[in-house]
Every structure is written in C-alpha cells, then in structure tokens.
C-alpha cells in the first residue's frame, strides 16, 4: 500500500486563483514544455497537485472536482496515490470519457479554461480547442496557476554541473551534426530551427546533465541558424572547457528564460521561415508570425535514431558489460536465496546499483529499477516503495527490469526467474513469451516497415493460448531510454512520428505475459536493425534483427515440446553467444567471480 498525498490545501488554493481569473477550470500535463515523459522535481506540478507519480496522466481541476485521466498501466497506482478529492478517469477502456468530452458536457457555455501556453505544444493546444463548444476558450494564464500554489515549497531546479562526451564515444562532433541539420533546413528552406527535446540537444552538443532522475538530460532549448547557434541554459551548469567548445562550434550561450525574448528579435531582425519541432509550445511557436512558421517533427528526432557504427560498437560494450553485471547480480540473488538471506525487491535493486556503479563508465540508471516479486509482476510498471516491498524467497517468479546510463550506451534489459518450482501454467507463458521474443528476433522484413506493422509477430504464441499483454513489444534506444520516433506497438497512434525502420536503428525486443494477483513475466532485449541477405527483386536488402544483449534464460522455465527445431537452434546460438561474449567478459574483468559458473550452468544446450 501506498500513502497518498492530502491535497486539498493546495486545491482549495488553486480554486481560489480560478475563481478570481473567472476560470471554469485549470488543465495541468504531466510534462513541462519539454515534452519528455519525465521532468525535473522542481517542474513536477501535476505529481505536486495531485500525488501521482507515473510517467503518463494529465489533470483537470474545475471549481467543484478534480479530474485525473491516466492509462491502464497506472490505473492501480493512481488510485493508491491520489486522495479521495481526486477522481480517476481511465483511458483506453470502452465508455472512456476523455478531457475533450468532459470539458464539452460538464463545462458551461463560453466557460474559459486555463492553461499555461509555455508547456502544452502547440498541436496539442489546437486539438484541445478545436474540441470545445458554444463559445468555450483557451485562457492561458501568465503565470503557471500551479506554481503560485507551490509557492515558497516548490524545490529549486538542480544546479548540477553537465559533463561532455568525447568523440571516442559519440563517433561524431558537434561541428559535423551541425553541418547535416543544416542540410536538413536547407531542404526545407528554413532560416532557424527552434528545438525543445531535450535528447535532441544532449545528442547536438554531446552533452550530458543530470537534471533528472534516471535522465541524462539537462534543462534547455536552442536555436540553431545558418552561421551558429543559440543555447538556452542555466549557465552555472558549463564549465570553462564546455564553454569553450560551444564558442568554438558557434554556440551563443544564453539564460534558460530568455528563449522567448530571443526568438522576438530573430522574428524582428529576419524574414525568413522559422522551423518550430512540433513538440515546441504555444507560446514560443505564437512569437512567429504565421506565415514564416514551419511546424514539423525536428530533424533531429530521425538523425540520432540512426546509431553510427561508433555508437554502434558503444552500445554493444555497454550491452555486454550490464549483461556481465546482471549475471553477478543473479548469481548472487541465487545463492544468497539458495543459504537462506533475506533479499527483498528493494535490497536487490540496491545490490544491482552497487554492481553499476563500480563502473566508471556509470552515469545513472536509465529508469526506476522495476524489482517484482510474485504478484508485484503483475504491474507491468511496478518498482518497489518501502510499504510495498516484498521478499524474494525460494518459491518466488522474479520478474527484473533494470537499465543504465553508461558514457558508451543506454541499455534496458529485463529477465524473469523461478527460484523454486515453477507451475506448468507458468512454464507455458514463459515458453510462448520467449517463442514471441524468437520470433521478432528471428524476422525478416522490407525497409521502412512502420514499428507497428511487427508487433503481433511477438504475440501470435501467446494469442494462441487465449492470452496477450497489455503493453508494446518495443521503443526506440538512445540518451532516452525511450527513444522516439519508433515504436512496437499494437497501437500505431502511440507512434505517430514513426517513418519506418532502416539500417542501424536499435529498438527494444520485450514481449511479456501477465497475471492480476499472482505473477508477471518480461523477457527483453536491445536489439539491431541490420540489412538481412534477403534482397527485394531491384536487389536491395530486406531488414533483420541482431541481438546485442546475452543473458541466459532459464532452463526450468522453458518447456522444450513447446519448441521448434529452429527455435532449439536460435536458443543454442544464442547461449553460445552468452558464454562466448558476457562469459569471457566476465573471465577478463571480474576474475574469479561466480558469475562465471552462472553463466556456464544456465547456457546448458537444449
Ligand atoms: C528579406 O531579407 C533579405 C536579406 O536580409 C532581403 O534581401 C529581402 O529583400 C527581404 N525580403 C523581404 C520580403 O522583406
Ligand atoms: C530474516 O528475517 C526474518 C524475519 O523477518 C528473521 O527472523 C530472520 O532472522 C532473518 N534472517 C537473516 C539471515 O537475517
Ligand atoms: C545495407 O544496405 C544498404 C542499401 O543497399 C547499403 O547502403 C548499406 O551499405 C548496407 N550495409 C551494410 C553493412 O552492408
Ligand atoms: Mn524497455
């Protein structure tokens, strides 16, 4: 069980400033003008008014109800976080009211509804106003109505210096993504490109922060024109060797607050089209007139989804090296199970961390550790609190999704063990979850094939039986752990930016199989886009999947009559793969470690 938050001070606070605005009602997103799906503490306002601390949701507040819609991975810990003046709506079900349709039916005529133009982009402003009625409007407030709630308690955003990424490990220089951007507004005849994700400038500037938690990014916006560029940051974050790089690749640096003033004046002393990423906020695209804006997804989004083959070589060092340590890790697990320790969700996720951080390649981990025992599993985005902490003993399914942030990679791995005798049931839903996890790995399929398109292939095994998950089979990997545009969902509108997979993209391999109240299992891995040797009739190469993580699967839990001769055949490759690459990594850097033998017990061939 989870405490949650009284909120009714700070509602009836916000009630007030809404009634003294003539405001029907507050909007409040989860995000912060960046668009990723987590922001900084101190930007944290929906999880300030609310309780609620998952990574999707948004708020209305009217003058009598509060209204929270989420989706279904949260429906359990909305409820468990919010207080009773909250009311939990729920998307993606059948008779889902939406806010659109809310606010159309429960509002008056002509209501004006507040919300705050420097944090919703400008498509989501219009799609909101293009869904209200009888004379209902936007109302954006100067001020974020929030932030006056907040007050003298809201946390000060961090102060943390940023550190640079050499070439050795980002393959290229500023100077030269620079050049291919540019490339880029060329062709579409822009004079500047405003960008706003965050993971889009950390990429440009090989640059890392730690504004927020399990994040590698750090808070900013830049411009970027024919000649040199503008960045928008807290200028206390660079020190002397970052601001000499950023002069030396033409960079101006500014105060974070001054984006909008500065964008007024390029406005005023150009006549040019302005690019804007779609992701930018109404606000700041409102400052170009019209005519002159060019509102698209930023370019930036499709060049960094292409890894290059020093990225490439980068992820595939950080894959191994995290494999290694989450073989010490279930080595340990095992045996301090095996002599009877007390090992918990928490104290395991707390072991890992300390494995992680022995590496100096180690920035931070690249989400919350999700450690679930048993029925934890059950919640496919379930990580363990104080109260909800429960042991991992020698009858539990373990289910384990962890990920780092490394100097050389992002990775994200997850591994599901039985420490005790598992259930023929349990056995079947892991055997067909990994023969979904084969499959996906194991395709061939034309370039540019839209993520969605091969989604049910990591399914079919499952669906057989009756049974599915509720969640994608994969994301795109990058600064961001999950990386846009790609994406393996069953929902193509999840990725609407999606143009399609070619060469050298990497994405997330992770189908799973839940069940309320009793166990969870998820088997993922990082995987490649290469060229297959299948080739369409002009000769050009259909795509293939290369795996990139090694890590064993468990034996017991795996019903080999379940198995095709060429499955066998891809798990006996694979575990090859496992000794040869995380073994012998295992041999070289952590000598005498009893991972080793893990490794060597659990590749037994089939
Ligand atoms: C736009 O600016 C350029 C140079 O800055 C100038 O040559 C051109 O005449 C201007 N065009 C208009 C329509 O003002
Ligand atoms: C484990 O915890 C139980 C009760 O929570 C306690 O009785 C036992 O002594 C503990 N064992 C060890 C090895 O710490
Ligand atoms: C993959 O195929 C594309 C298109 O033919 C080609 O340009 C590229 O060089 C190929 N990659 C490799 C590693 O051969
Ligand atoms: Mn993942």
């Keep these: ?156 955003c961090s102060k943390r210096k940023l550190i640079q990424i050499p070439v050795e490990f980002t393959g290229k220089e500023t100077a030269e993504k620079l050049q291919e951007i540019r490339e880029k507004m060329k062709e579409r005849r822009a004079q500047a490109l405003v960008i706003n994700q965050l993971d889009d400038i950390a990429w440009l500037l090989n640059l890392r922060g730690f504004d927020i938690s399990a994040a590698a990014v750090f808070l900013s916006f830049a411009i970027i024109k024919p000649n040199d560029f503008d960045l928008f940051i807290d200028q206390s974050k660079l020190d002397e060797n970052i601001l000499n790089s950023l002069k030396k690749d033409g960079g101006f640096i500014f105060n974070y607050e001054d984006i909008n003033h500065r964008l007024e004046s390029l406005v005023s002393s150009t006549n040019g089209t302005i690019w804007l990423a779609k992701t930018c906020s109404f606000s700041l695209t409102s400052i170009v007139p019209e005519p002159r804006q060019l509102i698209d997804l930023s370019p930036l989004v499709l060049l960094k989804a292409v890894k290059n083959p020093t990225e490439i070589k980068g992820y595939k060092n950080a894959l191994t090296r995290d494999s290694a340590i989450l073989a010490r890790f279930y080595s340990w697990l095992e045996n301090s199970i095996e002599t009877g320790e007390n090992v918990t969700e928490l104290s395991a996720s707390d072991y890992l961390l300390k494995l992680r951080r022995e590496h100096e390649y180690f920035l931070t981990t690249s989400f919350e550790t999700i450690s679930a025992s048993d029925s934890s599993g059950a919640s496919p985005h379930y990580s363990p609190t104080p109260l909800s902490n429960k042991p991992i003993t020698k009858n539990s399914m373990f289910l384990f999704d962890a990920g780092a942030i490394y100097l050389d990679g992002t990775t994200d791995i997850t591994r599901t063990f039985h420490f005790g005798t598992p259930t023929d049931h349990q056995r079947e839903a892991y055997t067909r979850v990994l023969k979904g996890q084969i499959a996906l790995a194991t395709i061939i399929f034309p370039q540019r094939t839209l993520g969605y398109r091969l989604d049910s292939f990591a399914r079919m095994h499952l669906w057989n039986i009756g049974l599915d998950y509720g969640h994608g089979t994969g994301h795109g990997v990058g600064i961001d752990v999950h990386e846009v545009p790609t994406k393996i969902s069953y929902n193509h509108l999840k990725a609407p930016d999606d143009r399609g997979f070619v060469e050298n993209m990497l994405t997330s391999n992770e189908p799973g199989y839940y069940e309320q109240g009793s166990f969870g299992i998820r088997l993922e891995n990082i995987v490649r886009v290469v060229n297959s040797t299948v080739k369409d009739p002009k000769g050009n190469p259909f795509l293939a999947i290369e795996d990139m993580t090694f890590l064993p699967y468990q034996h017991k839990l795996i019903k080999k009559e379940l198995l095709t001769h060429a499955e066998v055949e891809y798990l006996n490759t694979y575990q090859e793969k496992c000794r040869q690459v995380v073994g012998e990594f295992i041999k070289q850097h952590y000598p005498g470690d009893q991972a080793y033998q893990w490794i060597i017990k659990e590749t037994k061939s089939f």
């Design 1 to 156: 069980m989870v405490l949650s938050v009284n909120t009714t001070l700070q509602l009836l606070r916000l009630r007030t400033l809404l009634a003294n605005l003539s405001l029907a009602a507050y909007i409040i997103p989860l995000h912060d003008g960046h668009q990723g799906e987590r922001t900084p503490d101190c930007n944290a306002r929906l999880k300030y008014i609310s309780g609620f601390s998952g990574t999707s949701g948004k708020a209305l507040v009217t003058l009598s109800e509060a209204l929270f819609w989420t989706d279904g991975r949260y429906f359990i810990q909305a409820s468990e976080e919010m207080d009773k003046n909250w009311k939990l709506m729920k998307e993606g079900i059948p008779d889902e009211i939406s806010m659109q349709s809310y606010m159309k039916t429960a509002l008056e005529p002509r209501s004006h509804i507040g919300l705050d133009p420097s944090i919703f982009s400008k498509p989501a402003w219009d799609d909101f106003q293009s869904s209200l009625k009888n004379g209902q409007v936007l109302h954006p407030t100067q001020e974020n109505l929030v932030d006056i709630v907040w007050g003298e308690e809201r946390p000060a």
